[in-house]
């Protein structure tokens, strides 16, 4: 018989390799990944948000599976968690120089990384973990691959010591204090004991 499998429903592909490292201690599930563009709705709270994209996935996929979605934020403390969930799009109109330029005016650089996933069982019973790593806005450094990555550094206190952006870090690095790595470690501990 084949293993039962957990549904990671993400068009990021940069995501999914890093979920597929952070999740590879569950062996008892295989994780694949649907690609299906679910809408992310506005003027909602992080965990509302995710609830809303898991639900749209449930309704998508054929009954039964086990189903995993996030969401990802960036929040500005200066500008009260804006731009948050709503990062993407900011990212698509702007540069990320423009990004980092929107602080300009304010001394406060720092800022907060959030991952919520959130995780429907074969019955349909939702479950959400969220995962925080705060750090600063700095001018672009290391690799532009993904996202938001070469602007963010993750505070000293995360455990990053020589103050790299998450573009200069290895994914391993990364892995072991990003904000999607604490999301997935509070997931991989409830598939772990459910
Ligand atoms: O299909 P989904 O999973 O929704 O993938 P997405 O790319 O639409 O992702 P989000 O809706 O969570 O939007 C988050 C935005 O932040 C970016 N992002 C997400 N995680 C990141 C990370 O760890 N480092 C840098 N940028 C990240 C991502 O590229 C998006 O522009
Ligand atoms: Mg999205």
Redo the contacts with the bound molecule.
Sequence with gaps: MSKPSVVF????A??LK?VQKLLSNVTKYEIINK?L??E?IQEASLEEIARK?ILQAVALLPKGQRIV??????GFDALNGLPG?Y??WF?KKMSLDELVKMLEPFEKKTGE?I?TVAYSDENGDIKIFQGITKGKIVKHRGNLD????AI?EPLAEEGNTEALT?GEMTKEF?NGL???SKAFKLFEQYLVDN
């Design positions: 429903v993400t068009g990021n940069n995501k890093e690609n563009d679910l992310e994209k979605v996030e969401d990802t934020a960036l969930a990062v993407k990212l990384a991952t993904f996202g938001w990555d963010f998450y990364k990003s904000h999607r």
